[in-house]
DNA sequence: ATGAAAGCGCTAACAG
DNA sequence: CTGTTAGCGCTTTCAT
């Protein structure tokens, strides 16, 4: 009160006011234990009284660091970004760093140069990378080679822990068969994404494998090839739903697709899920506002964006051991209205006679 | 080549290299027209072979300020948000300005307090402010206070015009109310968002200004409050509908409540758009991803977006005037498949009479 | 047209 | 436990 001063307030002023030196002012601001105290506390009212902030600029200045993560991406999927956002910022919040995000071209052959210049522009203490863009190895090399860290969110394993946090799709998809195998279906469609993305082929060998294991012939002309988009999904399920013997249900790889095969099925005057049962895969919006709802998996998006943060801070911290701690996140079965037994009306046995 | 050094190069090595001060360095970096034309491309030279960067960081904390701009958001709408950050990297890009996110609840007592901590701590240079904060006049006030450039984007103009983007949702719902008045209908019902945001009454008594202006008795018990989710689309539709005299269409003023209505239309056996026309707001992912694909409004999201960058850029700059150029956009009528003539079979001639 | 020198606000040896 | 003293890399008066 009374000094209302325009200037915003420095370690200085705290200094003075507290009648003590900057050093010991910026031992406070930065936790140091090797603080009495009564100084502590009497240094911390100044901070409080006056809401004093330190100025990020100078002190990454100083210190060689920035406060500061990027997020880098190239994914159409606007929820997805949005979430990953909110988790990466839930631990940011209280650490004092703050989100730069970078959405780029995956297919640009500056990608690399632009991506180490982004860090290097602003001085980033590290970077989130997302699918697919997270799947570049080259990438991940060049930010090595120039001592960028990094933390990359995938569905594989595809760095050492520290630099990684996985979702296990190939489980998930493992259980979504292994969920329609037990509602009695046989002739299950499977429709991929893209291809080119290691995740696709995760999704794929994950679903087939399972398929195998609960003796299902795997399902060669069965599977169809979509990118995406709701379109291809009605492209793929009409390819599926022409043939002689058509599935009884189909496994789209993402929801988009999936509600593509409903809209398609009940166009050729099929109901889904009595003629056909329909699965997605990513819980996205859609799924609970589409007509049946859809049976999909959802990925912990935000808790991985939480975990791969708290792994790049350790790291910046030099907390080595904390960054490996915490690689594989489970992607969870929701069953919704699209999925039924093939013999609903029988109550079928759904407890798996193996293993 | 030779002295692969693996510190960053710094203004002083290029100042040694080329034989000049760091001052005279300063002056190239910075476009200073004060440079001698030999002196210049010496330096230039220097700078290329040795690929410098200035510093940000230095750069900031010498000249006061830090190529940080800010959005801040409580907008649980991924899409929307996804959708400002690529328009406004669209024009950070080139500039040299980076954009830090800054999600964050409206409710919050210390929402203002908050906001302004956080453009301090990264000595923001400026910052943009989305719907439903941007509404916030005290929010914009304490901004003013504290020296904070900003930009809001709003639906109606609560600012002056270097410190707002407006889309002119009243013209945008006229539109809709006209074309659903040509269509035949006269008993148009309207699904309201939640009360205490100025968008809702904004776009509220557009439609009903509109209507009234074609000779419709401003819809008084054709009005429902729904809260901008499918389930409230639901709710507000089984009203609306179970009326002695049911309305022949319907504007959700967002495309999950319009979802909502469709869905709830055809529960209870009626057909849309032959029973029942239905209109949304936003072009939201839903609208083509529904039966029927939704007649909705979009708001020229991205645009907006970058146009309000361009401002606060120009404004940090001090070309004041440049940045008071260019306020309102016009957002576009999308007409899909949930809307239709009443008499459909007759052949409406559509060209408004009045006018 | 160019340079010398004083900071911006903070951290980090290195004493004490 | 606390203070002194240099910088971090750049901009910016003020001279020349």
């Known amino acids: 009160m009374g000094n ?6 420095t370690i200085s ?15 406070v601001i930065n936790n140091s ?33 920035s406060y500061l993560l990027g997020l ?11 979430e990953v956002q909110r988790g990466v910022l839930s631990v940011c919040r209280g650490l004092g760093y703050e989100l730069v995000v970078h959405p780029c071209d ?13 860090v290097n522009r602003s001085k980033l203490d590290g ?30 394993a595809l760095d050492t822990a520290d ?11 493992a259980a979504m068969a292994e969920y329609l195998v037990n509602l009695g279906h046989r002739r299950i469609g499977y429709i991929a994404g893209p291809e080119g993305r290691k995740s696709t082929r995760e999704r794929l060998e994950g679903f087939c494998d399972a398929l195998a294991k609960h003796g299902c012939a795997p399902c060669e002309d069965m599977i169809a090839r979509g990118a995406y988009t709701f379109e291809s999904g009605i492209a793929c399920a009409r390819t599926l739903l022409e043939r002689p013997e058509p599935p009884t249900a189909i496994f789209a790889s993402n929801d988009e697709m999936a509600a593509g095969v409903i809209y398609t099925a009940q166009e050729m005057g099929m109901k889904v899920p009595g003629d056909l049962s329909v699965a997605g895969f990513d819980d996205s919006m859609l799924a609970t506002k ?15 964006a939480r975990l791969a943060t708290k792994k790049l801070i350790a790291s910046i911290d030099g907390r080595e051991d904390e960054a490996r701690v915490g690689v594989f996140l489970d992607p969870v079965l929701i069953i919704r209205d699209s999925t039924r037994s093939i013999h609903w009306w029988r109550e079928v046995n759904s407890h798996p006679e193996g293993s």
Chains 1, 2 share one sequence.
């Open 4 to 9: 209302a001063n325009r200037q915003p307030t």
């Open 290 to 304: 589409i007509r049946p709802s859809l049976t999909t998996i959802r990925r912990p998006v935000r808790e991985m």
């Open 33 to 65: 234990p090797k603080v009495g105290k009564a100084t502590r506390e009497k240094i911390q009212s100044v901070i409080d009284e006056l809401n004093y902030r330190p100025n990020a600029q100078a002190r990454g200045l100083a210190a060689g660091c």
């Open 72 to 82: 880098i991406y190239d994914n159409p999927d606007g929820l997805y970004i949005d």
């Open 106 to 118: 995956w297919r640009s052959d500056t990608l690399t140069s632009e991506a180490i210049g982004f």
């Open 127 to 156: 970077v989130i990378v997302l699918p697919p863009i997270s799947e570049d190895n080259d990438l991940a090399g060049a930010f090595r080679k120039a001592q960028v860290r990094y933390v990359r969110l995938a569905a594989i």
């Open 13 to 27: 002023d705290i200094a003075r006011l507290s009648g003590v030196s900057k050093r010991t002012v910026s031992r």
């Open 163 to 173: 630099r990684v946090v996985i979702a296990n799709e190939r489980s998930a998809v």
